[in-house]
C-alpha cells in the first residue's frame, strides 16, 4: 500500500465537506454512539465526522506519524486486520482508501466484521476528474497525464463509481451511493500554497516525482514533462498577473451498506 505524507493529504482534501455535506446524510451520523473512520490519514474526514456525530469517533490508520494529527482517539492499525471485537462500532467509513488498496473487498469484509450497522466507503472516481483553466493547455496535459498515472498504477484508483459493487460483493445490503463532487478552485488572490503549486508545474517536479507510477516510454514521458513545464511557465506568468483560474472537479461516491 502507498504512503502519503500530512501534507499531500491535506492538500489533496483541502475544500473536502467545507461547503457542503449533504452527500453524508445517509450516514444518519446523529444516531452513532461509535464511528471508526479507517484510513484516516491526518484526520480531515474525521473532524467532520466528530463535528456531525455525538458519539465518540476513532481514528485508525497504520502510519503512526499520520496519527499524531488525528484530534481525539486513534489506534494504529491495518485495515485488512483491525484490532478490534465483532461489532464495535455503529459505523465504519473510509475516504479515498480503497483506490490505494490492492484487495479492497478483503478490507471492506473487515470494516462489516467490526460493524454492528453500517459500512460507508467514500471513493473517488479518479479517471473522471475534471480540469479547467485560463492556460490552454493545461486541461489536455492534466488529462494526458492522469490517463498515463491511471495505465501505470497497480491499485484501481478510478474505484469510486465501482464501490457499490465492492459492497455488495463483500456481502453488504441494501447498498446505496451518492455522489459529492469535490471542486478545488484557484483564483486571486492566491495563496502561497497556490502560487508554490503553480511554480512546481514550471519545473515539472510533480510528474518527475509521479515518474515511477505512471505508463510510457522515457521518450514519451520526456516530452509531456516538456509540455507540462512550458504549460507551467505560462502558468506563472497568468500568476503574476493576476489572470490565472484553474478549477479541478472529482467525483467522490458515498457507498453505504448494511451489515
Request: a negative charge.
Given at each position: 500500500m502507498r504512503r502519503f505524507s500530512a501534507e499531500y493529504l491535506r492538500e489533496t482534501?483541502?475544500?473536502?465537506?467545507?461547503?457542503?455535506?449533504?452527500?453524508?446524510?445517509p450516514l444518519d451520523l446523529d444516531t452513532c454512539d461509535r464511528v471508526l473512520d479507517v484510513g484516516c490519514g491526518e484526520g480531515a474526514?474525521?473532524?467532520?465526522?466528530?463535528?456531525?456525530?455525538p458519539g465518540e469517533v476513532v481514528g485508525c490508520d497504520r502510519d503512526r506519524e499520520l496519527l499524531l494529527e488525528v484530534d481525539g482517539p486513534?489506534?494504529?492499525?491495518?485495515?485488512?486486520?483491525?484490532?478490534?471485537?465483532?461489532?464495535?462500532?455503529?459505523?465504519v467509513v473510509c475516504q479515498a482508501l480503497l483506490i490505494n488498496l490492492p484487495d479492497p473487498e478483503a478490507a471492506v469484509r473487515e470494516f462489516a466484521r467490526v460493524a454492528s450497522n453500517r459500512v460507508a466507503c467514500i471513493e473517488p472516481d479518479n479517471s473522471a476528474v475534471a480540469v479547467e483553466s485560463t492556460v490552454d493547455a493545461e486541461s489536455r496535459l492534466a488529462a494526458q497525464a492522469r490517463r498515463r498515472?491511471?495505465?501505470?498504477?497497480?491499485?484501481?484508483?478510478?474505484?469510486g463509481a465501482e464501490a457499490a459493487e465492492v459492497l455488495r460483493t463483500a456481502g453488504l445490503a441494501n447498498v446505496t451511493t451518492t455522489r459529492y463532487d469535490q471542486t478545488l478552485a484557484v483564483e486571486p488572490p492566491y495563496s502561497e500554497r497556490e502560487v508554490e503549486a503553480v511554480g512546481?508545474?514550471?519545473s515539472g517536479a510533480g510528474l518527475r516525482e509521479r515518474r515511477e507510477t505512471m505508463a510510457g516510454s522515457e521518450e514519451e514521458l520526456d516530452a509531456l514533462r516538456s509540455e507540462w513545464r512550458e504549460m507551467g511557465r505560462e502558468a506563472v506568468r497568468q500568476v503574476q498577473s493576476g489572470e490565472y483560474h484553474r478549477r479541478e472537479t472529482v467525483p467522490f461516491y458515498v457507498a453505504l451498506g448494511e451489515v
Open positions: 482534501r483541502q475544500g473536502m465537506w467545507a461547503d457542503s455535506r449533504e452527500a453524508l446524510d474526514l474525521t473532524r467532520v465526522l466528530a463535528e456531525e456525530c486513534a489506534v494504529q492499525a491495518d485495515a485488512y486486520e483491525l484490532p478490534f471485537p465483532d461489532d464495535s462500532f455503529d459505523l498515472y491511471l495505465q501505470g498504477i497497480e491499485t484501481n484508483v478510478a474505484l512546481r508545474k514550471a
